[in-house]
């Protein structure tokens, strides 16, 4: 099982960013997504999920209305569209075949500073 996140970066507050995650080595198109962040001297934490056909999405609070998760099945890639991002934002970001992230790749880092 391969998961690998790209798209991080330095981005302002209030700006966006769109993270993949490209994945192989499982059957996608039946696996529940989830996206995971790590904030600097804090723990993991789940902010959004998807269903495998993409039907149904959750997310965190903290990331409700600002984050966008999506998936392209045909193509075996996991998304996070991040908008109005804010400083709190600012963690290392994992893609996850579940949503306490014992199985999830290496993450990418975003910044989110002025």
Known sequence: VQLQA????????????????VTSGFSFRITPMYWLRQAPEKGLELIAGISSAGTTRHYDDSVKGRFTISRENVKNTLYLQMDNVEPEDTAVYYCATDDRGDFRGQGTLVTVSS
């Not at 970066?9 to 209030?14: D, M, N, S, T, Y």
């Open 6 to 21: 790209s798209g991080g970066g330095l981005v302002q507050p209030g700006g966006s960013l769109k993270l993949s995650c």
